[in-house]
């Protein structure tokens, strides 16, 4: 028994659980794409979306250990970036009827994939930015410092009339993401998150999680590993925004609240905390169970008795669902599955 | 600006401010203890304001009457949120009850959203502080010095509470040493418990002074002040009660001012409080009174 475990294991960078896991998402987002209705491929799509989220959601809390509440933030940079460089000029004189757009926008009109690439980068730029000072912070300050800088974000796209269009948002954005789109990002995003885990920087995000002062001492760079593990993740969450702009082919300011953010976090602790299967597989199932569970704001009518839908019935048993995990799985909630 | 309208500025600033003020000492006290961000406060004092709405509207009590009952039925609701999502996780992780803390502030502004209905509600204010009073040329509101008033008149019980009882003497020490003081026989989950019904009784006198001060209940109203008094917490130093009171002047005043100066910041307004945060946080990351806490390895 102790030889074996002495004995070095040849480690596959993608182990078979993930492997088979590609194999039966990609034959289901096949099969989905070819043969489902419209309403079942826009949940698909959604889902492939949230993926991406779970994961970047999983990059800084889950592996580096730093409690970020800021993506909705970098999804509102994504989002806004794709759908300013993708919306057609004559689109954009429409949507922007209080005040023009910036001359300099005004006759942008970029094709899907650099948009997308650049709100990405966009965001990576905010999140080093924003990242470099607050990084130093631990725990609930860090948590507090960065849903500030999200609430910051949406405040000023909310003031900018002339480069967002302020409260109106933004209409006509070209519905460039399909599945095959949002999904082809997932995977790349789950592969990307296991080299990225698997590797050395990897094995030093998940030290600093496990003790800071340790790591230091390690000779692990803490600054360095946490801004690259902040700017990586706001890159996602900028990509996953510009997905969802051009899913939802509307966007306003007041999309990108808080509440945003607590639903990738339920993703991610519904996965379990540090587990890239796991969030995958919790991403589909939340996401499909939020859009399942959207009859409870509408009327049921059962034949015999007719019951009155409840709007916001469902976020009720959504925030139920999420404190009753944290309860119950208190312990193992933070270990790495 | 004339002097006049400075002074009725400065009047709204301080009036705001002492709201802040007694929202923030919840925050506070409940970190000092627990070392948790209670991100359903400001849900509680949502749910206080809305409380006092059902009690006027619906019965015929007299408002003080009513007003001391929502308060006193909003500090149970903080004392029963406490034992339900915060003690089962007593040992657990901080991150662990962050995280439930995010879940029932979601949970209490929804549920308020299914039972209270999603359209605004008219705050019924008692005919009595609906008066506008006139001073050396400068009318205001009686409301607005009704406000700092009853906030000083709170603050000088707490502070009374914190420093001559028994109850606040285990508070105190259950902030300075948490474990010590457990070994000293102190009855942890009694005190806890006190201290989230005396947060959210304050945060339930907050709600209703908001609501009289700002006629008009939603049920996410109190997701942004919930979160400033929380930043005027730490730019008071965080766990420290003066600290608390400090900071929510700093931010009421600073706020009011702001927009009063620099009228083509308005827009800015709600992030004014989240860039005065993260100044703080970097130049002193323990608050204006806080005190230095350095890391044991």
Not at chain 1, 198 to 217: L, N, Q, T, V
């Amino acid at each position: 028994m102790a030889e074996d475990r002495l004995k070095v294991e040849k480690e596959r960078i993608l182990d078979r659980n993930t492997l088979i896991l590609l194999g039966v998402l990609l034959v289901a987002v096949v099969v989905v794409d070819f043969f489902a209705n419209d309403h079942v491929r826009t949940i698909a799509n959604l889902c492939g979306i949230y993926v991406t989220l779970g994961l970047s959601m999983q990059l800084i809390n889950g592996f580096t250990g730093l409690f970020s509440l800021g993506h909705a933030g970098f999804m509102a940079i994504g989002a806004y970036t794709v759908a300013i460089l993708t919306i057609s000029p004559a689109n954009k004189e429409m949507n922007y009827f209080l005040e023009p757009i910036v001359p300099f926008l005004a006759d942008v009109e970029w094709s899907f994939l650099p948009a997308l690439i650049m709100g990405g980068i966009l965001a990576a730029i905010f999140g080093f930015l924003i990242g470099a000072p607050v990084l130093r912070l631990t725990d609930d300050y860090l948590a507090i410092a960065t849903l500030g800088f999200a609430e910051i974000i949406r405040v000023v796209f909310t003031n900018t009339q002339s480069l967002t269009n302020g409260a109106l948002g933004l209409k006509a954005i070209p519905k460039f993401s399909t599945i095959l789109w949002s999904w082809i990002v997932a995977f790349l995003s789950i592969v990307f998150m296991v080299y990225l885990i698997r590797g050395s920087y990897g094995k030093a995000f998940i030290a600093i999680k496990e003790d800071e002062i340790a790591a230091r001492s390690m000779g692990i760079n803490l600054f360095k590993h946490k801004v690259m593990s902040f700017t990586f993740s706001s890159f996602m969450a900028g990509i996953a925004g510009g997905l969802m702009a051009t899913h939802l082919g509307t966007i306003d300011p007041n999309m990108f609240r808080i509440a945003l953010t607590f639903n990738i976090i339920l993703i991610m602790v519904l996965g379990g905390i540090g587990n890239i299967n796991g969030t995958v597989i919790s991403a589909i199932i939340v996401t499909a169970f939020m859009e399942i569970l959207r009859f409870l704001d509408s009327s049921i009518d059962l034949g015999f008795i007719k019951l009155p839908g409840i709007p916001g019935m469902r976020m009720v048993i959504f925030s139920i669902i999420l404190m009753l995990v944290v309860i119950v799985r208190k312990d193992r909630l933070l270990k790495e599955n | 600006m004339t002097l006049v309208e400075f002074m009725q500025h400065l009047a709204n600033g301080v009036s705001l401010g002492s709201l802040y003020a007694l929202i923030a000492i919840g925050y506070t006290m409940v970190y000092g203890i627990l070392r948790l961000i209670n991100f359903a406060h400001g849900d509680i004092f949502m749910l206080g304001a809305y409380l006092t709405y059902y009690a006027i509207v619906f019965t015929s009590m007299p408002w003080y009457v009513a007003f001391a009952l929502a308060a006193a039925i909003t500090g149970l609701v903080g004392f029963l949120l406490e034992k339900i999502a915060y003690k089962p996780l007593r040992d657990a992780q901080r991150i662990t009850v962050l995280i439930s803390a995010i879940g029932a502030s979601f949970f209490l502004q929804n549920f308020a959203t299914v039972v209270f209905g999603g359209r605004p509600k008219a705050f019924p204010i008692p005919s009595i502080m609906n008066k506008i009073i006139n001073i050396g040329g400068v009318s205001i509101n009686l409301i607005t010095f009704i406000i700092p008033v009853i906030g000083l008149g709170l603050l000088a019980g707490l502070t009374y509470i914190i420093y001559k009882t028994k109850t606040g003497m285990a508070m105190r020490a259950l902030s300075k040493d948490y474990d010590t003081a457990r070994l000293m026989g102190i009855n942890v989950d009694r005190i806890i418990s006190i201290t989230f019904f005396i947060g959210s009784f304050l945060a339930a006198v907050g709600g209703i002074m908001w609501g009289i001060k700002y006629p008009q209940l939603m049920p996410l109203m109190g997701s942004m002040p919930g979160i400033k008094c929380f930043i005027a917490a730490v730019i008071g130093g965080i766990g420290n009660i003066s600290g608390a009171v400090l900071g929510g002047f700093i931010l009421g005043l600073g706020e009011i001012l702001l927009v009063a100066f620099l009228p083509g910041l308005t827009g800015y307004r709600d992030a004014f409080a989240f860039i005065l945060l993260i100044i703080i946080l970097l130049v002193k990351p323990t608050g204006l009174l806080g005190e230095k806490v350095t890391e044991k390895v």
